[in-house]
């Protein structure tokens, strides 16, 4: 007799970009921007997510010198900090929301990041970001939102504008303001800390259903 089950992981990532790589950043969301939600760009959309991600893993295995070009020659980018995949937590209510979507019992996807100053212990019965700052970006608007395979791929870029802050926790959530938040981040009081005008950043997870099971 066997069975089986779905674990859940997520990591984390947040990366810092200079003055001139910002464009290039900005540039990148643009193509995505555009290809979103069209199958007959599906395979281009993918290729586009998958040099962001590579390039986070190249940073994650301490190969501190590694760039990326973005579908271009000419986009060529270096992040300004060590981004590194982390652990995440999911939240019981995500999950839930994420089962009643495949029920057809309720709508709305998991795209908008949202980004907090205080640190804070997260369980898997977080609801919210801790001291919650700014407005949560739309991840189909300025980044990346994707299913492939058994995961859900999320990216999100925030401009130099946006107010000097240490980001001490990440969410990702299915509405712009409140709603059901699916995974959550904390730093440890270790936060990524932006300067307005001086650099851009951006935001992502990858939450993995992973299936295992006793043959």
Not at 74 to 92: G, Q, R, Y
Request: proline share 4%; aromatic share 10%; with cysteine.
């Amino acid at each position: 007799m066997s069975s089986s089950k779905i674990s859940v992981k997520d990591k984390h990532f947040v990366v810092g970009w200079s003055l001139r790589d910002t464009p290039k950043i900005e540039h990148y969301t643009k193509m995505l921007r555009t290809l979103y939600g069209d199958p007959k760009y599906a395979d281009t959309y993918s290729m586009l997510v998958d040099c962001m991600l590579n390039l986070i893993q190249k940073r994650h295995n301490d190969h501190h010198g590694a760039f990326a070009y973005l579908g271009h020659d000419w986009l060529k980018v270096e992040p300004i900090n060590s981004p590194a995949f982390e652990p995440d937590m999911v939240t019981f209510q995500g999950l839930n929301k994420l089962l009643k979507i495949y029920a057809g019992t309720a709508s709305g996807i998991f795209k908008w990041v949202g980004r907090g100053t205080a640190a804070a212990t997260p369980t898997p019965y977080s609801t919210a970001i801790t001291t919650e700052t700014g407005t949560r970006i739309d991840s189909t608007v300025t980044g990346f939102h994707e299913i492939k395979g058994s995961s859900i791929r999320i990216f999100a870029t925030f401009a130099t504008t946006v107010a000097t802050a240490t980001m001490q926790q990440i969410g990702v959530f299915d509405a712009s303001t409140t709603g059901m938040m699916l995974a959550l981040h904390d730093f440890g009081g270790n936060g990524y800390t932006h300067t307005i005008n001086v650099d851009s950043f951006s935001l992502g997870m990858v939450i993995d259903l992973v299936p295992f099971g006793d043959v």
